[in-house]
T-cell receptor
Framework: EAQVTQNPRYLITVTGKKLTVTCSQN?????MSWYRQDPGLGLRQIYY???????DKGDVPEGYKVSRKEKRNFPLILESPSPNQTSLYFC?????????FGPGTRLTVL | AQSVAQPEDQVNVAEGNPLTVKCTYS??????LFWYVQYPNRGLQFLLK??????LVKGSYGFEAEFNKSQTSFHLKKPSALVSDSALYFC?????????????FGAGTRLAVHP
């Protein structure tokens, strides 16, 4: 089944404790993105990747890192999480005209 | 700057009645427009898209959307609403500067269909 998977689905952590949210797609898509969803703001792009080893900032990249060492994986790294990064995070992969979204990761930073 | 506006936070409709969820956009070139739906505790699901061609686009679950260039709108419609249509709906436009990997989303409209 074609899908985008994310782990974990739920995470509660404390300020400053490094964390990684994994994302994997099995559709051989070159393009992958991370978004965060906040009430009243819709989804905003954090980072995107056009191919292996090619990444670039989206609209809200501060406090986040990404890597793309393999085509299928695109992890999101929070080196020192802060409470303002409490949000719902979505990974997506793209054919070009359509984006396929993962199930989301709900992150709470205390 | 490109943007998408969904003027209604929530839309309430009775089951069996037609529904409309509004979306307006602002782009400098030709718009690539999308509608996504988010059910509780789920990711976003693609409903439909407009790239070129007919102004009336048909999508999943009986939804359709009408592209209106003069009004810069892309309203989502369904002739007969179901309770199971209750969800959060997002309109999005492809960012021309970021390539097709980036979508700019509206704030979302919550659709509540009452029995």
């Amino acid at each position: 089944e074609a899908q985008v998977t994310q782990n974990p689905r739920y995470l509660i952590t404390v300020t400053g404790k490094k964390l990684t949210v994994t994302c994997s797609q099995n559709m051989n898509h070159e393009y992958m993105s991370w978004y965060r969803q906040d009430p009243g703001l819709g989804l905003r792009q954090i980072y995107y990747s056009m191919n292996v080893e090619v990444t670039d900032k989206g609209d809200v990249p501060e406090g986040y890192k990404v890597s793309r060492k393999e085509k299928r994986n695109f992890p999101l790294i929070l080196e020192s999480p802060s409470p303002n990064q409490t949000s719902l995070y979505f990974c997506a992969s793209s054919t070009g005209n359509e984006q396929f979204f993962g199930p989301g990761t709900r992150l709470t930073v205390l | 700057a490109q943007s998408v506006a969904q003027p209604e936070d929530q839309v309430n409709v009775a089951e069996g009645n037609p529904l409309t969820v509004k979306c307006t956009y602002s782009v400098s070139g030709n718009p690539y427009l999308f509608w996504y739906v988010q059910y509780p505790n789920r990711g976003l699901q693609f409903l439909l898209k407009y790239i070129t061609g007919d102004n009336l686009v048909k999508g999943s679950y009986g939804f359709e959307a009408e592209f209106n260039k003069s009004q810069t709108s892309f309203h989502l419609k369904k002739p007969s609403a179901l309770v199971s249509d209750s969800a959060l709906y997002f309109c999005a436009v492809r960012d021309e500067s970021g390539g097709y990997n980036k979508l700019i989303f509206g704030a979302g409209t919550r659709l509540a269909v009452h029995p």
